[in-house]
Nanobody
Framework: QVQLQESGPGLVKPSQTLSLTCTVS??????????WTWIRQPPGKGLEYIGN???????YYIPSLKSRTSISRDTSKNQFTLQLSSVTPEDTAVYYC????????????WGQGTQVTVSG
């Protein structure tokens, strides 16, 4: 029932800001106890958790990316967004938006993923 869909530019230049939007249908991003999460997978590497925005609006970012990351939401559109600034080619990855059920720390719904390439 719940569907998540990533959208945004697939190509970003180094030093610019990567901006992605996740559109959620079939469920509200304000429903307790869900955490709306960004995860990425660089080519040939494993999944990397980036951060989340909770149903309350509170945010969390992993320490290694905290200085460059901003996650926000638009409840009227049932969307949440990722902004990653000062990107380098190491930020090239498939980016996923994911719903996490906080009571179990379980990723229960995933978007299909969107490829973002950082290249000049």
């Amino acid at each position: 029932q719940v569907q998540l869909q990533e959208s945004g530019p697939g190509l970003v230049k180094p030093s610019q800001t990567l901006s992605l939007t996740c559109t959620v249908s079939g469920g509200s991003i304000t429903t307790a106890y869900y955490y709306w999460t960004w995860i990425r997978q660089p080519p040939g590497k494993g999944l990397e958790y980036i951060g989340n925005i909770a149903y309350t609006g509170n945010t969390y970012y992993i320490p290694s990316l905290k200085s460059r990351t901003s996650i926000s939401r638009d409840t009227s559109k049932n969307q949440f967004t990722l902004q990653l600034s000062s990107v380098t080619p190491e930020d090239t990855a498939v980016y996923y938006c994911v719903r996490v059920y906080g009571m179990e720390n379980k990723c229960d719904y995933w978007g299909q993923g969107t490829q973002v390439t950082v290249s000049g």
